[in-house]
Nanobody, 120 residues
Framework: QVQLVESGGGLVQPGGSLRLSCVASGTILRIIVMGWYRQAPGKERELVARITSGGSTNYKESVKGRFTISRDSAKNPMYLQMNSLKSEDTAVYYC??????????????WGQGTQVTVSS
């Protein structure tokens, strides 16, 4: 089994910054992809950013230039640095990982979610 634990959410004023962290632990052989999704009230969950084991990144168009996803190594925390936050960034942010487990199985995991609220 694998666990994803997020931290770093909170309340911030428009234009402010937050950094989200996600730590993966458990029966991990290799992390293939990690990413952040978000879900606002009444809306579908959407991809915000993702990073592969090779370091390739993808971003939702509306966060490009404001958000940066990073990971130091295969099992260190993954981060999402969010700058110039806007009210429309308000949502529950979920960490996601596609993992090759020590059993050989390829599995997808989600964190419990962390609330980000951008408001004055």
């Amino acid at each position: 089994q694998v666990q994803l634990v997020e931290s770093g959410g909170g309340l911030v004023q428009p234009g402010g910054s937050l950094r989200l962290s996600c730590v993966a632990s458990g029966t991990i052989l290799r992390i293939i992809v990690m990413g952040w999704y978000r879900q606002a009230p009444g809306k579908e969950r959407e991809l915000v950013a993702r990073i592969t084991s090779g370091g390739s990144t993808n971003y939702k168009e509306s966060v490009k230039g404001r958000f940066t996803i990073s990971r130091d190594s295969a099992k260190n925390p993954m981060y999402l640095q969010m700058n110039s936050l806007k009210s429309e960034d308000t949502a529950v942010y979920y960490c996601y990982a596609q993992i090759r487990e020590v059993t050989g199985a390829m599995s997808n995991y989600w964190g419990q979610g962390t609330q980000v609220t951008v408001s004055s």
